[in-house]
């Protein structure tokens, strides 16, 4: 078998076989087969597309390109969240204590933050002292003794992905379904978990941004699931505008903590208690959504939730008295309150360009590597459909220089649009 | 600028402007854009394709990578005569010296053959002594002594497409209209002629099987050559069968001299005739075809050509004896003529398997930097449209060991297919 054989078969519009693709991303981890060879295949993949079944291949030869966590030896049975990544999207901090202290195990390895998306783990980092970068050891240890963790994604897993999408990164290879589908799903393969609820965001703020693709998408990473043995169910859910009211790190950990005490805006708790209904489900804790939301409500009243996150902060070296006493998180020089410039029905909050300010502001990365700040974002009052008056408050701007604060102020002020008609809140999810 | 946005423009379709190509091909040629960018490049090319002028600013800007020759201050005009490549094509050895013969200057770098197709500079060294490795300088100086220099590629001369093609041949981006085009045009550029005659072969023994595709590739090229301010003509000719009747190293150069002396198989001299005749119309030394004919006949019956052969043997330092004794050539230790099975009309002799047949005897090599035999290869004795009788002589083989003989045999005769209607012969030219 040789490299260039693969390729051309791809290019030509042919079917991979198993061993084909195997082949493939076996000698591009030994590193036997350059990265020209790596990226010329990934651009016909790109361009001529790939079958559910070859995606499945190819997303277990990228899981078993490195150490395969075998979890079944230490819980009966782990589930994962993961979302395909948007604007205010903090659910997992919220989702997995709720999940974790109803009995059902949670192991997530999450990515960090690039370009308008935040990541899970830099989030969590704004409590100081927590730890993102647990050994596979120490993520099998505590997922046994504390039946949650948290940590980010570790080299020893799918390191065919991480090669992988370096380069793409640099070969314009990054928008590919069958890519990033395989992506995701050998990671969380590579994992071990047995289940996996996806959140598939679509809008304007997701790297999905109709519909039919995050369907597609959400399609393909389950039928590769379903292939693989793994249960996995799929939501699409809106990203148009941001999700919940907080934009930036430390912002939106506190609004996650906040919600397990019941405080929380309405969309983003909707969003959480739908999600975590669903991994109750799949999870076989509950017998249908409606059984699994009460039971998410349930661990929220009587405190068992926060009391999971407490467990989780404490085992991964984070200082728990951020999660009791919120006023704690570092907190930003400059903060402004934007007043409506006119009355109206608020028509627009556009995702992309509230998270392209946050990064901005230093809340995320320009490029991989880049140091963030923490304590930067946004507070969004506003949702589409609201109604608002001229001068009300409209947004609360967290900035650690004036100049910034300036330039924040006019971008989302403009992701802003107002109509005098009435106008339809946008639905939380799509299926 | 930065090139994945350039390779992302060509992956989504759209057409690249001479800068982004210039800054691509300078780029890689340095070495600021790595190889894995220009595969990637490369494949998006292959499968979305390029305009003509994208194309001829490919070449221009892979022509411009190293040292572009100046001919002009050497000598008044000079030509330069390609073939697309095919199995038994010597004829650059026959036409180049009728051409320079009648005082038009012809330089010529040419490349080595690969796979199936043979090269004519592999050719030529199988006169002892004749060197192809001459320098820019030493090109330059015989073109303006003699008149006449066929020698092998310079490195100084479009690097980019040395690089590039290395490149695309493990990456599996070869057969590409605009990439084959623009490699081709790329060098007759750089090499400074000022018109070029383009012999595109199509057939079963041609890069190009259909019509359809070399007509594609013969007006890419002429239109690239008159967009670079070169005049150009583009010939399609036949090849599925082997031109005239000699196939290997040796054996062909012998044929082509030959030819010199008014003595060549009737396909091979009429293809010769009609090529040079070509190269007298656009060097504006005939005004017409059957002017062209007239000077390369009357070059042939007084000597005059086969002497200025002499001149190019001598200058590049080949033992000039060859050229007045054939019998010089080294020849196989096996030679056996093959009779044919049966009786009736020739309606095959496929090219690309005979020219296979011969890279098993030694004649060509499998991959490059492999060393090859100068003296295997066939004579081949019948053409399309022929009448034989079974146990008369059909092709003949030099073999230096006779395993690889009797393999020769099998696949020469498989090349061969017989029908008992009459068949017509195959046309030299298409256009």
């Known amino acids: 078998m040789r490299a260039v054989d693969i390729i051309i078969k791809k290019r030509d519009k ?3 076989t198993s061993q084909e693709i195997e082949f493939f991303i076996q000698g591009f981890t030994k590193g036997d087969i350059p990265d020209y060879q790596a990226s010329a295949f990934a651009m016909a993949v790109l361009l001529n597309g790939m079958t559910p079944f070859e995606t499945t291949d190819l997303t277990l030869a990228m899981a078993k390109s490195g ?7 230490i819980v009966d049975f782990a589930v994962d969240k993961h979302s395909s990544g948007g604007v205010g999207d903090k659910t997992s901090i919220s989702v997995m204590p709720m999940v974790a202290a109803c009995g059902l195990p949670v192991g997530k390895m999450s990515g960090r933050g690039l370009g308008f998306s935040g990541g899970t783990v830099d989030k969590l980092e704004s409590i100081p002292g927590y730890r993102v970068d647990l050994s596979t050891d120490e993520f099998k240890k505590q997922l046994k003794e504390k039946g949650i963790v948290v940590t980010g994604q570790s080299l020893d897993l799918a390191p065919a992905d991480g090669k992988l999408y ?4 640099v070969t314009g290879t990054v928008q ?9 799903m050998s990671k969380k393969i590579a994992t071990g978990v047995q289940a996996i609820v996806l959140d598939v965001k679509t809008g304007l703020g997701a790297f999905m941004q109709t519909l039919e693709e995050a369907r597609e998408l959400g399609e393909l990473m389950v039928d590769i699931g379903r292939l693989a043995g793994r249960k996995t169910v799929a939501l699409l859910s809106d990203m148009n505008q941001p999700l919940g009211s ?28 739908h999600v975590t209904a669903h991994v109750f489900v799949i999870g076989q804790r509950a017998k249908d959504l409606d059984e699994g939301r009460a039971m998410a409500e349930k661990c929220i009243a009587d405190g068992s939730a926060l009391e999971k996150l407490r467990v989780l902060v404490q085992a991964q070296g984070g200082d728990v008295s951020y999660v009791d006493d919120i006023s704690k998180f570092e907190r ?17 909050v556009h995702a992309r360009l509230v998270g392209e300010a946050s990064v901005a502001l230093g809340a995320g990365r320009a490029k991989k590597g880049d140091s963030i700040d923490h304590a930067v974002g946004f507070l969004i ?9 001229a001068g009300e408050p409209l947004f609360e701007i967290h900035a650690n220089s004036a100049e910034k604060l300036a330039e924040a102020r ?16 946008l639905p939380l999810f799509y299926e």
């Open 14 to 16: 042919k079917e991979l």
């Open 67 to 73: 150490q395969v966590l075998d979890l079944s030896k």
């Open 166 to 169: 370096a380069i793409r990164d």
């Open 176 to 184: 590919s379904m069958p890519l990033i589908a395989s992506s995701i």
């Open 246 to 273: 907080a934009v930036g790190n430390a912002l939106e950990t506190i609004e996650a903590i906040e919600l397990l005490r019941g405080r929380a805006p309405k969309d983003y708790y909707e969003h959480c208690l």
């Open 332 to 348: 930003a020089k400059y903060i402004e309150v934007v007043p409506s410039p006119r009355s109206g029905f608020i028509s627009q």
């Open 381 to 389: 009052y506003k949702k589409v459909g609201d109604k608002v008056e």
């Open 410 to 425: 006019a971008a989302v002020l403009s992701a802003h649009a107002f109509s005098d008609e009435f106008v339809s809140p």
